[in-house]
């Protein structure tokens, strides 16, 4: 199953991420895929909101993964920035938790395969010249569009993703 729509601006990259959040579950494993600036961070932070984590959700380039505990019972989302692992055995290294968490991969495209039969893909797409940080609040707001394909037993119902 794939959706495709034009997300734009940043609030409305968050409120995507917020709708996705609602529906996403411990073990759920979601692929971020687009070019820097493009809003991966902006949408995972959506995530985090409607799955009630603790504290900011930022960027986990440093650090390359990050835990954000939720209350309540909910899964933790678990963020994680690959840009700079090189193999699928260094992102192994990290020792996720995929079956109890939400995570969230940026940067992962190539090193997830066999983690988990079910994946949500997200492609987002920038305008061809757009610049910028995606969390520089002084940009003027460019559209993206989005591309959510999910794939494998956990989304073969084909219930719509996106609302």
């Known amino acids: 199953?794939?959706?495709?729509?034009?997300?734009?601006?940043a609030e409305a990259m968050r409120d995507?991420?917020?709708?996705?959040?609602?529906?996403?579950?411990?073990?759920?494993?979601?692929?971020?895929?687009?070019?820097?600036?493009?809003?991966?961070?902006?949408?995972?932070?959506?995530?985090?909101?409607?799955?009630?984590?603790?504290?900011?959700v930022t960027s986990p380039t440093f650090v390359l993964a990050r835990t954000h505990p939720a209350p309540n019972g909910r899964p933790p989302l678990v963020h994680v920035d690959a840009y700079r692992l090189r193999s699928a055995a260094e992102l192994d290294d990290l020792d996720l938790d995929y079956d109890g968490a939400v995570v969230v991969v940026e940067w992962g495209e190539g090193l997830l395969e066999g983690v988990n039969e079910s994946l949500l893909e997200i492609r987002i797409e920038r305008p061809a010249g757009a610049h910028g940080d995606e969390d520089d609040e002084d940009e003027a707001p460019e559209p993206r569009t989005v591309e959510v394909r999910a794939t494998g037993p956990r989304w073969a119902a084909g219930a719509p993703l996106l609302g």
């Open 1 to 9: 199953m794939t959706e495709r729509l034009e997300v734009p601006d």
């Open 16 to 56: 995507l991420g917020r709708r996705l959040g609602v529906v996403l579950r411990a073990g759920d494993l979601v692929l971020l895929t687009g070019p820097l600036g493009a809003g991966k961070t902006t949408l995972t932070t959506g995530i985090g909101d409607a799955l009630g984590v603790r504290g900011p």
